[in-house]
């Protein structure tokens, strides 16, 4: 099996479990935060939905960096946002992995601010650290819903609320 078809597989899966638990973040808590130094819902909530948008940065550019393109995060308020925003990117990653052939994945990608390197790894890697990052955050997010009394939705098998 190809890597991008892997990838592809992968990516399909985690979209799934990721729109279920970004459908669950009550309307009345994106400004809420488990700790002063935690995130916001909405922070973390746009971080995951914005996550897929990684891979085709990987795919298409060699580099990341914030002195040239500083982040600006995203305004929402509703679920309905949140979930446009990730499945723009969903669809996006999913054409440009498409259309991605395998012989690129060991190309270098770095991340910097001008001179500073944060991260630095193959094309391939950073697919993978995407995915691993969605998985990540989400569970951060199953983390503060789980605060919030709020059921957390089955991720790769039946969740203790779904039981």
């Not at 916001?40 to 040239?68: G, R, T, Y």
């Not at 446009?84 to 770095?110: G, Q, S, Y």
Request: charged residues 30%.
């Amino acid at each position: 099996m190809k890597m991008t078809e892997m990838f592809l597989k992968e990516m399909a899966q985690e979209a799934e479990i990721t729109r279920k638990m970004l459908s669950r973040i009550p309307k009345d808590k994106y400004d809420w935060k488990p700790h002063e130094r935690s995130m916001s819902v909405k922070q973390l909530a746009c971080h995951i939905a914005e996550l897929p948008e990684w891979v085709s940065m990987a795919i298409n550019a060699d580099e990341l960096d914030f002195e040239k393109a500083p982040y600006a995060p995203k305004e929402v308020k509703t679920n309905k946002e949140v979930l446009a925003i990730f499945e723009k990117a969903n669809a996006t990653a999913k054409a440009d992995l498409e259309k991605a052939k395998d012989d690129i994945m060991p190309k270098n990608w770095v991340m910097r601010s001008g001179k500073d390197i944060y991260y630095e790894a193959s094309k391939g890697e950073v697919i993978r650290m995407t995915f691993n990052q969605m998985v990540h955050h989400r569970a951060q997010m199953g983390v503060f819903l789980r605060l919030l009394n709020v059921p957390i939705p089955a991720s790769y098998g039946p969740s203790a609320d779904e039981h």
